[in-house]
Each structure stands twice: as structure tokens, then as C-alpha cells.
């Protein structure tokens, strides 16, 4: 069963915001997007037939979390296949009703390890206010503007209702006639309120009058988010840790960030180990005689305890894939990477899913990456990628 039939395409405009991700990657007739359906119907003719049409259900929901969630089960299942492994799908397991993603066997049969593939992504309330606001956002490209000009979005409040766009579209091309002159330097700023939003809009002046632009947004600002993954890995643990019962094998859980949560590539390792053993703080103690000590440390509240004080043995390993997509996965900058638990019930073989890997070193009190196998390689994307379009 494939993903993406085989039709063609012709489309050539890039994403509109909100657009379910299955729709775009269906329609667009750019020649990356080829090699990137080709891949995904390829992988998925490599899960058992009965689990296939499934799967395709996921991807072609509708929502964004859905898809990236079908997306990040297909990768690891892909990964494992190509490290010569046999995977069981939906296992039994010592719970009565749930049941994991994946039991990896070697090839002898052994258990290697059960694998449960999660995800975490913005709230429920954050995802429908984003799609309210991708109507308005959508809106606004469409508007009619004097040749030349464009506009800078930057959105000022939230709002919980559906305004009139036809209404915001008018009274922003009624502004910019009236406003747009001769002097491209010129950059007119207008707040339009929209029911309980409000939209700051700035005019641009200096673009090719001879060109009639797609989209009318050459700019934008939407908003401040408050950032903390690695709070969000550990809850998305606590979630799936216990969901299943102490299986009799190793337990590795793997972990896509489709909420784009880690703002830098820095602070992908800091996210990993922050998640299990504690985020970094700062301890100060003041003396009677005044004077102040400082100590670096870890909170207590990581998802396997503290070193020496262990909880949650049962899962032995987390792998985070820091972005959701595939399509930075030869940057070696934004790499999956996995953490060893030392105390585990059941320790991780290194052959299930050998990524690079942090390691708690006692003797030192330091984690120590040592560097293994990419998932880029592993999953054997193309030498070049993203492809080129």
C-alpha cells in the first residue's frame, strides 16, 4: 500500500501556514518532494501489510501531530529494519490491553529490547489558536496591494474568535491605498483589530512593481513562546515509562520534539540529560560571617532520579530526535541523540540503535558523548540532503 500515489504534480507554492502537512507533501511538484515521497512509500512497504493501511490513516489525518507522530514511528522502524533486526509490532506485553510499538529481536531471535515511539508537541488550546490564526495570516497574503509593496505581519494578541476576513482584507487594502506613495523608504504601521485580535501591520515599499507576488507577507513576527524541553521530554517519560508494566527485556523509549522546543542545536544534550537527571541550578548558601558559597548542581527532579539515587530503572535508554521532519538529518548539527541508563533493570545493547550516545562517567562526574552511527545513515538517506530542488 503506498503513501503517495504515484499522479502527477505541478504544484510549485510553498506551504500555507496551517496546511496540513500530508496535503502539501502530496501536492507540491518540486523535485526534492519526489525523492521524499519515494522514501516514505518505501519505508512503509517495509511494515508488515496489515499494519500499512494504519499507518497511512496517520499520516493522512489532517493534523500536523498526527503525521509527525506516524513519521517518527516510521524512521525508527526503518532504522531498526536496516540494522538487521526483527521487529514484532504491537507486542503482547505484561499489560493486559496496551501495547508497545516495537519488540526488537536479534537474528537469532533473542529480545533485544522493547521500543516505544512518542512524541511531544503544544497544547491542544495552542494548536487551535494557531489554526485560528492561520485563516487570518492566509487572509492577509491574498490582499490586493499598490505594485511594489508588501507587508510586515506581527501578530499583537491572541484572540478566541474567527473575525470577518473579508472585512480585515478590505479595511487593509482601503489603508494602503490611501497610504502607499512614491517613497519606497516610506514604511507605514497600522494595529487593525479584528473582534478581540490584534494584527500590527507595516507596509514595505521597494519591491518589483512588475512582479505580482504570491504572497503578500514578506515578513513575520507571531508571537513569544516560553520555552522548556526538557520538561516536556520528561513529562512525555513519565507518560510512557510505567504505561506498559516491567517487561523482561531493555526498554527504549524514543522521543521527537514536534514542538521545535530546543531553540538552539547546543541545547539538544542539555535537554537529554536535564530530562532524566535534572536540569542545572545553582545551590548558595550565606555563611554568618557573610560570605556566600556556590555550587553547580541538578535539580531532583529528573526522570530517573539523581546519580547514586536511581528511579525509574525500568526504562533503560531515551532517544531524542530534536526535530520532527527528515529533512535535517544530514545536519550534523541537529542530531539525534540517546542516554544510557546505567542502573536499568535491563541494560541496552549497543547494537539495537547505536546513536551517539551520552554516558554518565562516575569516576569523573561528567557525561561523556561517544560518538556513534547516524540515524541519517542508518535510515541511508541520500549523500545530498535535502535533495536538490
Not at 513575520?220 to 510505567?242: C, F, I, N, W, Y
Not at 506498559?244 to 522521543?255: Q, R, T
Request: glycine share 8%.
Amino acid at each position: 500500500m503506498a503513501l503517495f500515489e504515484d499522479k502527477g504534480r505541478t504544484r510549485t507554492a510553498p506551504r500555507k501556514q496551517g496546511e496540513a502537512l500530508y496535503a502539501f507533501y502530496d501536492s507540491t511538484g518540486r523535485p526534492a518532494y519526489d525523492v521524499y515521497r519515494a522514501l516514505l512509500n518505501q519505508w512503509l512497504s517495509e511494515m508488515p501489510e496489515a499494519e500499512q493501511a494504519e499507518m497511512v490513516t496517520r499520516f493522512r489525518d489532517g493534523a500536523r501531530g498526527q503525521f509527525e507522530a506516524a513519521l517518527a514511528e516510521l524512521v525508527v522502524h526503518a532504522a531498526l529494519t536496516r540494522l538487521g533486526h526483527s521487529i514484532e509490532i504491537h507486542p503482547d506485553c505484561p499489560h493486559p490491553t496496551r501495547h508497545p510499538d516495537f519488540l526488537v529481536r536479534d537474528a537469532s531471535g533473542q529480545k533485544l529490547a522493547y521500543v516505544e515511539v512518542t512524541t511531544f508537541g503544544p497544547e491542544v488550546e495552542i494548536v487551535a489558536r494557531d489554526n485560528r490564526e492561520a485563516v487570518i495570516y492566509n487572509g492577509l497574503e491574498a490582499v490586493d496591494l499598490p505594485p511594489g509593496w508588501l507587508l510586515s505581519y506581527s501578530l499583537q494578541q491572541h484572540g478566541e474568535t474567527s473575525p470577518s476576513i473579508k472585512k480585515l482584507k478590505r479595511d487593509v487594502e482601503v489603508w494602503a491605498k490611501e497610504v502607499c506613495g512614491d517613497d519606497p523608504s516610506a514604511m507605514p504601521t497600522k494595529v487593525f483589530e479584528a473582534n478581540d485580535w490584534q494584527i500590527e501591520l507595516t507596509l514595505i515599499g521597494g519591491f518589483n512593481k512588475e512582479k505580482n507576488y504570491e504572497r503578500k507577507i514578506g515578513a513575520a513576527m507571531q508571537g513569544v513562546r516560553t520555552l522548556s524541553p526538557h520538561l516536556d521530554l520528561r513529562q512525555a517519560l513519565e507518560l510512557k515509562g510505567r504505561r506498559y508494566g516491567n517487561f523482561d527485556a531493555p526498554y527504549l523509549i524514543v522521543v521527537a520534539d514536534c514542538k521545535e522546543s530546543i531553540p538552539t542545536s547546543d541545547d539538544i544534550a542539555d535537554t537529554l540529560i536535564g530530562a532524566v537527571y535534572g536540569g542545572e541550578a545553582v545551590t548558595i548558601k550565606t555563611y554568618a560571617d557573610g560570605t556566600r558559597e556556590e555550587t553547580l548542581g541538578r535539580t531532583e527532579d529528573g526522570y530517573w532520579g539523581v546519580i547514586g539515587a536511581h528511579r525509574n530503572d525500568n526504562v533503560s535508554g531515551v532517544a531524542l530526535l530534536p526535530r520532527s521532519d527528515l529533512w535535517r538529518l544530514r545536519n550534523e548539527k541537529w542530531q539525534p541523540l540517546l542516554i544510557i541508563n546505567p542502573d536499568a533493570t535491563h541494560q541496552l545493547p549497543e547494537q539495537l540503535l547505536p546513536l551517539p550516545r551520552y554516558v554518565y562517567q562516575p569516576t569523573s562526574d561528567e557525561f561523556t558523548k561517544i560518538d556513534g552511527t547516524l540515524l541519517a545513515d542508518m535510515v541511508e538517506l541520500p549523500a545530498e540532503w535535502p535533495p536538490a530542488d
